[in-house]
């Protein structure tokens, strides 16, 4: 029997009777991680990872009738038994293993493969089939390290500190936020975050991830000097608003894994590009389910024709598994939460 | 090849032109001249002939990727683009190549030229494999000839001129024939560009041209313009010719005729041959060849369409009956060079002056004189303008009477406006689409549009395809469109979509003309998306009869 079925709320676990990320409304819905596209409002029940209860409360309300797993602890429900594992994705972020009859499955939900000291770190699970998302599934995708992408970004805002500008650098405010905070060279300067981002980073404060001291943008005055020397955090939407113009002569970048590519570097219309990614690149999906040793791996939300087919010339049983997470089709760099 | 890579993530990284020419000095004040002279070469638009096929670096790209082979044409369908394709799959070196752009270029790259198939795949990877990503790209760029990065020749021009302390135009002179195909910069050629001005630098120049001097678009309300430009009699007004911008250059009893990419184009035009020895030496007319109509009387404007002189180019050898059929004409309305002596600093209305003796004195049957118009006010012009379209002609040129004849695109020296007519315009239906390149990159953003073929009503109304256009949509309206293409799909055919009909844009175009080589029969020049009709239903987009009613 197939643990994990796609229905028109979501994925579905027929012998437990809960849904996993849904789309639409249920009654139990197991939440991976906190992003927009996975946790949405007006489920009856909740359950995730003991480390995203957080995040989840503030994203979805703090009444909300939430039930959280340790990772790797085990519950049984109607004869399934459920856990949570890291995805090393986000602060909270689980893979959600599910063994029924002698059958185990995991659903990955998205993960990233290497340790960025922000989340647990990505474990794999051993399972018969494996549920993996496929966001940047082409072979372009290979991620440069860590230690390159920051020193990169600590030399970008040096170099405008010493030029008497601003650092804007653009990034999603959950997760991206927080990982590039954690690797800043805090002695650059002043960090100055927007609006947005603020409340996440006292989320991750109070799960005991290290972020360096940080001011809200809002509460500097025009004038100070300080903003001309400060690295200025702000999701993609404030960028062209009216919040940009208290920074004056600025230089702005923005970190994503789609700034690999020239050309959606260069229709972002940033300075700078910096490639950064909560997803597993290439190399790391390809690991990541060669490690579970499943024979049959369910690709979901990216690029889901071109990773079914190749696993499928690699000899494993891959298909497709239709989702509502970020975008179905292929890759559409424009606006997709990466 | 490391510095000249960091040069290009520099340029690459900004539009502000500030900070590119501060790039480009940057560059040029370290670079050895060697590896300048070759920069120069490519930044400035030279490129030599494709060196090795593009089927041998897929292959060899795909292979030592080790990929299948559509993973490959995936992977370059997302990116857009060979070069970077290519070097975002090899496997990577952290390291690069601390050998200079001349040493790569020399030493590696066009020797591969002509080499069997066989060799370039014994040759290329030892040398990929000394390439940190950004060099490796740069290297791919320079071997598949699509080296381009946003950097105007014009840019580069005043980047040395500055550093050299030199004139721009001296630069830009200097630069004539520097990007020639097959021509290989050298050390000595990048001390020619920059050295001090010496005075028999002039003399030395054989049959070159002058860089040609650009006109702006002028896209204002007529109400504007006594602010915008004040009176008309500040300015030379002309009929804007729908031709091939040209140099005539006379010196030392030889005529070479230039085209506006700096291209020798003598040999195509016979009908102007005669000038050689009618023109007096030391003469550099600029002008616009136009196909003319045969036995016209003179003084009749009688230009024919642009079509019948690409017809002309596209041939090989030319006919009698062709020369017969589709004579041209230059139409000069500038003089650069007089008496062997530089003009381009004189003010537009004394070189028209002198243009005008030369005509008057000398009988040079395949040159007329672009005549001036005449107007009290601009709404006089204006209304003259309105004539355009039945005169064969793209709109009215105003020309500042004191401009001198700047270099490229330039305003700081006078301005030369081209104050076109709008174009033709249809509503089209978009039914097929493909990814676009560089900025479009993974983007549904090359669409293919198509007419009705009957009008409303009728039992066997279909789409017919008329034109592709990719420019006129910002960037947000890109997006949307991209996405409901994706929604929209019905089969895809390699990297082409055709999508159920649903969107409607106002396309613009320069020129109509008959063509059996479209099923439509009708072939549209530079067409491109005016704007999104949201308002309209697809079955109200326009029908072949209005199309057949553009043709004059």
Redesign the interface.
């Known amino acids: 029997m197939d643990l994990v079925i796609a229905r028109p709320e979501g994925l579905y676990c027929p012998p437990g009777d809960f849904y996993i990320d849904p789309w639409r409304p249920v009654d139990r819905a197991i939440i991976t991680h906190g992003h927009g596209d996975h946790a949405r409002t007006g489920n009856r029940h909740y359950l995730t990872a003991a480390s995203g209860e957080g995040i989840l409360r503030s994203r979805l309300g703090q009444s909300i009738d939430l039930q959280t797993l340790a990772y790797g602890e085990r519950i049984r429900h109607h004869g399934v038994t459920l856990s949570l594992h890291p995805a090393g994705h986000v602060l909270g972020s689980a893979q959600v293993r599910l063994e029924h009859q002698g059958q185990v499955w995991v659903a990955s939900g998205d993960y990233k493969v290497e340790p960025d000291g922000t989340c647990a770190a990505f474990e794999p699970v051993a399972c018969h089939t494996f549920i993996t998302e496929s966001t940047f599934g082409l072979p372009i995708y290979r991620w440069p390290s860590q230690a390159e992408v920051f020193a990169g970004i600590n030399a970008w805002w040096r170099a405008n500190r010493d030029q008497g500008k601003a650092s804007v650098l653009f990034c999603y405010a959950f997760g991206k936020a927080q990982r590039i905070l954690h690797g800043l060279d805090a002695s650059i300067g002043p960090i100055l975050v927007h609006g947005a981002v603020e409340p996440l980073n006292r989320v991750y404060r109070e799960a005991g991830v290290y972020l360096p001291e940080t001011r809200y943008a809002g509460d500097i005055p025009r004038n100070d000097p300080l903003l001309r020397q400060a690295l200025v955090l702000a999701p993609p939407s404030a960028g062209g608003s009216s919040w940009m113009r208290r920074f004056g002569d600025y230089s702005d970048a923005f970190a994503s894994g789609w700034m690999l590519l020239r050309g959606t570097r260069r229709r972002r219309g940033v300075d700078r590009g910096f490639v950064l990614s909560d997803h597993a690149d290439w190399p790391g999906l390809l690991w990541a389910i060669g490690q579970t040793g499943a024979q049959r791996v369910m690709v979901t939300h990216g690029s889901v024709n071109v990773l079914v087919r190749y696993l499928n010339e690699q000899g494993l049983d891959a298909r497709a598994f239709a989702t509502e997470y970020g975008d179905e089709d292929e890759s559409t760099p424009a606006g997709a939460e990466a | 090849m490391k510095a000249f890579a960091a040069l290009y993530l520099r340029l ?4 502000s032109s500030n900070a590119k020419l501060e790039a480009l000095r940057d560059y040029f004040a370290q670079a050895p001249a060697d590896d300048a002279a070759w920069a120069v070469y490519f930044l400035a638009g030279g490129r030599p002939r494709q060196l090795v096929p593009t089927r041998v670096l897929r292959e060899l790209a795909t292979a030592l ?1 080790a ?2 082979d ?2 490959f044409e ?2 370059y369908q ?4 060979l070069a ?2 290519i070097s ?2 090899l496997p ?1 070196n952290g390291q690069g190549s601390d050998d200079g752009l001349a040493y790569w270029v020399e030493a590696h790259l066009l020797p591969l030229r002509g080499l069997p198939a066989e060799e370039v795949r014994q040759r290329l990877p030892p040398l990929w494999a000394q390439l940190d990503r950004p060099s490796l790209m740069l290297c791919l760029k320079l071997i598949t000839g699509s080296f381009r990065v946003g950097v105007s020749k014009l840019l580069v021009t005043r980047a040395l001129a500055q550093l050299a302390g030199l004139d721009a135009k001296r630069v830009a002179q200097r630069l004539v024939g520097y990007t020639d195909i097959g021509h290989r910069p050298s050390a000595a050629d990048y001390h020619r560009l920059v050295a001090a001005e010496s005075a028999d630098e002039h003399s030395q120049r054989g049959g070159q041209p002058y860089p040609f001097f650009l006109a702006h678009a002028l896209q204002a309300p007529t109400e504007q313009f006594d602010a915008l430009l004040g009176p008309p009699s500040d300015w030379q007004v002309e009929w804007k010719w729908d031709g091939i911008r040209a140099q005539v250059v006379k010196r030392d009893g030889q005529l070479w005729v230039w085209s506006r990419g700096e291209e020798l184009v003598t040999d195509r035009f016979p009908e102007l041959h005669s000038l050689a020895q009618t023109l007096p030496d030391g003469v550099v007319l600029d002008g616009e060849i136009l196909v003319w109509k045969p036995g016209a009387t003179r003084g009749a404007l009688a230009v024919q369409p642009f079509a019948l002189l690409q017809q002309r180019l596209g041939r090989k050898t030319l006919g009698k009956k062709l020369l017969a059929d589709a004579p041209v004409v230059l139409q000069a309305y500038d003089l650069l060079e007089w008496q062997g002596e530089d003009w381009r600093n004189r003010a537009q209305h004394a070189r028209r002056r002198q243009l005008e003796r030369l005509m008057a004195e000398y009988p040079l049957a395949p040159v007329l004189l672009s005549p001036l118009l005449e107007g009290l006010s601009w709404a006089d012009l204006a209304e003259q303008r309105e004539q355009s379209r039945s005169l064969g002609v793209e709109g009215l040129m105003l020309k500042q009477r004191e401009a001198l004849y700047g270099v490229g695109r330039t305003k700081d020296m006078g301005t030369w406006w081209k104050w076109k007519i709008d174009p033709f315009s249809v509503d089209a239906v978009l039914i097929y689409a493909q990814r676009g ?7 549904y953003s090359d669409y293919t549009f198509a007419v009705w073929n009957a009008p409303p009503g009728s039992p066997e109304r279909a789409l017919v395809p008329f034109a592709k256009a990719y420019s006129g949509l910002s ?1 947000e309206e890109m ?1 949307k469109v ?2 409901i293409i ?1 929604k929209t799909t019905v089969e895809t055919f390699g990297p082409v979509r055709s999508v159920t009909p649903t969107l409607v844009f106002e396309l613009g175009f320069e020129g109509i003309a008959l063509s059996s080589r479209h099923k439509s029969g009708i072939a549209v020049r530079f067409p491109r998306m005016l704007r999104w009709r949201l308002d309209k239903p697809v079955e109200e987009a326009d029908d072949l009869a209005t199309l057949q009613a553009l043709l004059i």
């Open positions: 690459d990284a900004t539009t990727a990929l299948p559509w993973l995936e992977s997302a990116v857009g683009d970077e394709t975002l799959l990577q390149h560089g900025r479009r990159a993974s983007l960037d997006r991209d996405a994706r």
